[in-house]
């Protein structure tokens, strides 16, 4: 059976991390790679920062200097991953979250912190796997629907529709 290892980091002081958050992560983690048929042993890392950590990645990175919601390190390309020499897994790559800014749009799309995290985490896991909607489309529409899911997943659904 393949093995799921979600290393959680807190590196912010900004807001409290509720009770229950870091299993709804890795059970975000593994609902995603459940859906997208992954039967590998994986690794990922999520690390939790404020709107200032997350500003200066942002624009060491990406070249945006603003502050976002998360950022993902993708690992791998076109389906092959660096592998973790003592456990053999895929090492899939790095979550950033920046908990100030998913208070904020929890509060700004009227629904729960976890609701927010888990989303973004889905979102951030697909990344991991190779999906990317910079160009919109139907790859944004496909990646959104596959969010959904794995929110309906995890029973935190949406309020609102997904459309853009």
Same mark, same amino acid.
């Given at each position: #059976?393949?093995?799921?290892?979600?290393?959680?980091?807190?590196?912010?002081?900004?807001?409290?991390?509720?009770?229950?958050?870091?299993?709804?992560?890795?059970?975000?983690?593994?609902?995603?790679?459940?859906?997208?048929?992954?039967?590998?042993?994986?690794?990922?890392?999520?690390?939790?920062?404020?709107?200032? *950590?997350?500003?200066?990645?942002?624009?060491?990175?990406?070249?945006?200097?603003?502050?976002?919601?998360?950022?993902?390190?993708?690992? /791998?390309?076109?389906?092959?991953?660096?592998?973790?020499?003592?456990?053999?897994?895929?090492?899939? /790559?790095?979550?950033?979250?920046?908990?100030? #800014?998913? #208070?904020? *749009?929890?509060?700004?799309?009227?629904?729960?912190?976890?609701?927010?995290?888990?989303?973004?985490?889905?979102?951030?896991?697909?990344?991991?796997?190779?999906?990317?909607?910079?160009?919109?489309? #139907?790859?944004?529409?496909?990646?959104?629907?596959?969010?959904?899911?794995?929110?309906?997943?995890?029973?935190?659904?949406?309020?609102?529709?997904?459309?853009?």
């Amino acid at each position: #059976m393949e093995k799921i290892r979600v290393i959680i980091t807190n590196n912010q002081k900004a807001v409290k991390v509720p009770t229950g958050v870091r299993m709804l992560i890795r059970r975000c983690c593994h609902a995603v790679l459940r859906m997208e048929k992954f039967e590998d042993s994986a690794e990922i890392s999520v690390t939790f920062v404020d709107n200032e *950590q997350i500003r200066e990645l942002n624009a060491q990175y990406r070249g945006k200097d603003t502050a976002t919601d998360v950022l993902s390190f993708p690992m /791998g390309e076109n389906g092959v991953y660096d592998i973790n020499r003592d456990t053999g897994a895929k090492i899939l /790559g790095d979550i950033v979250l920046s908990m100030e #800014m998913a #208070m904020e *749009q929890a509060k700004r799309y009227g629904h729960s912190l976890e609701r927010e995290i888990g989303y973004l985490t889905a979102h951030s896991m697909l990344h991991l796997l190779g999906y990317d909607h910079e160009n919109g489309g #139907m790859e944004r529409v496909r990646m959104r629907e596959k969010e959904e899911y794995v929110m309906t997943q995890l029973g935190l659904p949406g309020t609102t529709s997904y459309t853009v």
